[in-house]
């Protein structure tokens, strides 16, 4: 249990790299012709997760937070453990499957709870793949381009597992059905891919064509769906933050809604700043930023006024049931929290100190509950599922 004592949180901090995009140009690297040096990595377990599945295809020689990735001839038997890492689970499935060779992918945890079947089933279409409790198993096979259909609305790691594979078969066109959850993520990985040589179009449809490419050297973006915690910590206690990084489309969001919720945000040459007070509610739909529920959440606590914070149904599939356990969070603080009418409402101020928090072995609920110790004063049940997405964190909150 690790306790931490309210207090003004200020400081310089490095934003966090960003693991979404992390995961995904080192997986596009490793499926790319040439080699790619990929500058600013964190060794979270989700990345280290990915760094595992793509042995079997590629030379990596890392040093520090930089490494180098070389595509190789694969191997034809592959078997690696992506633990809770969601993202290398769903994308790893469907890049084997278009690899000659059997594979055997391992995972535990969390993700033994989390869906996978329909990409499981979209891709024995092609070629056969099986999964079992603890594993899924890949009889790949050499595929031309393809169609295929999947649902949008559980999880869009689905859909750009897709759009690598197509990127191995030279093409693919991927028709959504149903609404479209977390589709920034799917726009990242588009990003992503066209960084490094492919034709992606994002309609109706999502399709790739042309193989991958390196583009000599990559630099990973900052995370601000990670770094919010630093600023809704510093808000909440009357403290000041800089902190330096690259913002992306993905949670450029975040400071928006902050600023519409009172705070003082600013982003110039590569550094956001903030201060000043949480004073205004804000109704938001969130369903394209799920990561960006959290800490929205955890800021909404701080005003008197109701927040709304729609677009969330899907937080039920995370490594937590994650509409759950953000309401625990700030129920435990004193704050007013509940699911109602497609929406989390939210309004505080909290009236509890010294807290007892879970982090339901969720990384970012991990993450949240540290920020709220942080102004509440109290004890976080376990730390180690922080070390997911940024394992650096524990250093900011604990010493800072």
């Known amino acids: 249990m690790l306790c931490i004592s309210p207090g003004k949180f200020e400081g310089r901090f490095d934003a966090p790299p960003s ?56 191997d034809l038997r592959r078997s690696f453990n992506v633990g809770e890492s969601g993202f290398t689970l769903r994308t790893a499935v469907a890049v084997y499957a278009g690899i000659p060779g059997t594979t055997a992918v391992f995972y535990g945890g969390t993700l033994r709870g989390r869906p996978i079947e329909e990409l499981v089933e979209t891709l024995s279409r092609f070629t056969k793949v099986e999964k079992t409790p603890g594993a899924v198993f890949i009889e790949g096979r050499r595929l031309g381009p393809f169609e295929a259909e999947i649902r949008g609305d559980i999880s869009s790691q689905y859909i750009s597992g897709l759009m690598y594979l197509a990127a191995v078969a030279g093409g693919g066109f991927i028709k959504p059905l149903g609404a479209r959850k977390s589709w920034s993520f799917v726009e990242a990985t588009a990003k992503v891919l066209r960084a490094f040589g492919a034709e992606v179009r994002l309609g109706e449809a999502v399709e790739v064509w042309g193989a991958l490419r390196s583009p000599g050297a990559v630099d990973v973006p900052s995370d601000f769906s990670l770094a919010a915690f630093l600023i809704v910590a510093a808000v909440a206690t009357g403290g000041r933050v800089e902190i330096r990084g690259r913002t992306t489309d993905v949670d450029r969001p975040v400071l928006k809604i902050f600023r519409d919720m009172g705070a003082e945000v600013a982003e110039e040459d590569g550094v956001v700043r903030a201060g000043g007070v949480f004073t205004r509610e804000v109704d938001v739909d969130l369903s394209g930023n799920p990561d960006l529920v959290m800490p929205v959440a955890l800021a909404a606590a701080m005003a008197e006024e109701e927040t709304a914070i729609r677009g969330v149904e899907h937080l039920r599939y995370k490594e937590s049931d994650r509409i759950s356990t953000v309401i625990d969070v700030l129920r435990r603080m004193g704050a007013e929290a509940e699911y109602r009418d497609g929406a989390l409402r939210i309004r505080g101020p909290p009236r509890r100190r010294d807290v007892a928090f879970s982090s339901h072995g969720d990384h970012r609920i991990g993450l949240m509950a540290l920020a709220a110790a942080r102004v509440v004063g109290g004890c976080l049940d376990d730390v180690s599922p922080i070390a997911k997405s940024w394992p650096t964190a524990l250093l900011y909150f604990r010493n800072s």
């Open 19 to 74: 693991k979404p995009y992390s995961q995904r140009l080192l997986l596009a690297a490793a499926l790319a012709e040439g080699g790619t040096a990929i500058r600013g990595v964190e060794w979270s377990d989700d990345f280290v997760a990915m760094y595992r599945a793509v042995q079997p295809l590629a030379r990596t020689v890392a040093e520090g937070r930089d490494l180098y990735v070389e595509r190789r001839e694969p």
